[in-house]
């Protein structure tokens, strides 16, 4: 089991920015694909953003495409969320996950991930 833990998360104003990170426990960390999801109170966990083992391949939802960004960095086994222009509607607690499928290319499926962050809130408000 990967360990996972989120940080930087808070309240931010309307087109404001956050950077959310992923820190992983597991030194295979970098054969491994990651993901982001969300999940709004009353609402189901969404998909927001995936990143391959090796940051080659991204994809977004597309409510966020555009405004969001993942990368990783390898050598600190961590991945980030870069989220600009933040609206309310992105008011969630935002979860990192791990699919253990070696060299994988990243997926928008909640079910194909191994283990989950505890999850870090964002709040968009005025």
């Known amino acids: 089991q990967v360990q996972l833990v989120e940080s930087g998360g808070g309240l931010v104003q309307p087109g404001g920015s956050l950077n959310l990170s992923c820190a992983a426990s597991?030194?295979?960390?970098?054969?491994?694909?990651m993901g982001w999801f969300r999940q709004a109170p009353g609402k189901e966990r969404e998909f927001v953003a995936t990143?391959?083992?090796?940051?080659?391949?991204?994809d977004y939802a597309d409510s966020v495409r555009g405004r969001f960004t993942i990368s990783r960095n390898n050598a600190k086994n961590t991945v980030y969320l870069q989220m600009n222009s933040l609206k309310p509607e992105d008011t969630a607690v935002y979860y990192c996950?791990?699919?253990?499928?070696?060299?994988?290319?990243?997926?928008?499926?909640?079910?194909?991930?191994?283990?989950w962050g505890q999850g870090t809130q964002v709040t968009v408000s005025s």
């Open positions: 996950a791990v699919d253990r499928n070696l060299y994988g290319p990243g997926t928008r499926q909640a079910e194909e991930y191994d283990d």
């Open positions: 597991d030194r295979a960390f970098s054969l491994y694909s």
């Open positions: 990143v391959s083992w090796n940051g080659g391949r991204t």
